[in-house]
């Protein structure tokens, strides 16, 4: 596709449901990051992708949050038993390998309540 | 550890006055920086990386290594520079670590 495009744009969920965020990266490019905004922070890095596999996972808040990359491509990133502290816009973002610029989706914003 | 600051939270400026935002890094070899912009509304976008050395509407930022800075500067503003602004690092194999942002406000 012409950019990197995330899904759905907006979710609202009740606490307490699980919820997976989709995000395509834009064709041929090998690395994938996810990223989360909270109102009035910066960037929180959550996970990194090198092709399928996940050489940084460091960022993931806890272990309510997973993400998985297939073919290259695709990744999404399920958050199991959401709390109210979900809530934020979650940004991908790919490039086309380490260190070149990265491309950012519009993002999902996610509100549970 | 890699780290980005970005001291000032908000920066009001008047158009046509120069503008400079700071970013500072903590990295141990050898990093790319970047700038990236977040207009109102609109996606995060790249404004420019270290070693392009360009210009990008008007903005220029220079990688001092002595000081570990990567300032972003442009020498008069416009009010259509008001947007949120993040500095960025990173390096092979690594992800990208961005600092806190700076929103900059270009008043009439």
């Known amino acids: 596709g012409a950019g990197v495009s995330q899904s759905p744009s907006n979710k609202v969920t009740e606490k307490g449901k699980d919820v997976e965020l989709r995000c395509d990266p834009i064709s041929g490019h090998t690395a994938l990051y996810w990223y989360r905004q909270s109102l009035g922070q910066g960037l929180e890095f959550l996970i990194y992708f090198q092709g399928n596999s996940a050489p940084d996972k460091s960022g993931l808040p806890s272990d309510r949050f997973s993400a998985e990359r297939t073919g290259g491509s695709v990744s999404t990133l399920t958050i199991q038993r959401t709390q109210q502290e979900d809530s934020a816009v979650y940004l991908c973002a790919s490039s086309r390998d380490r260190n070149t610029e990265a491309f950012f989706g519009q993002g999902t914003r996610l509100t549970v309540v | 550890a890699q780290r980005v600051t970005q001291p000032e939270k908000l920066l009001s400026v008047f158009k046509g006055a120069p503008v400079e935002l700071k970013c500072n890094y903590s990295y141990s070899g050898s990093p790319e920086l970047f700038w990236y912009v977040q207009y109102s509304r609109q996606r995060l976008q790249l404004l420019l990386r270290?070693?392009s050395r360009e210009s990008i509407k008007g903005f220029t930022a220079d990688l001092n290594k002595g000081e570990t800075s990567f300032h972003l500067k442009k020498p008069f503003a416009q009010e259509e520079d008001s947007a949120m602004y993040y500095c960025?690092?990173?390096?092979?194999?690594?992800?990208?670590?961005f600092g806190p942002g700076t929103r900059l406000s270009v008043l009439p």
């Open positions: 270290h070693i």
């Open positions: 960025a690092l990173t390096s092979y194999g690594q992800n990208f670590v």
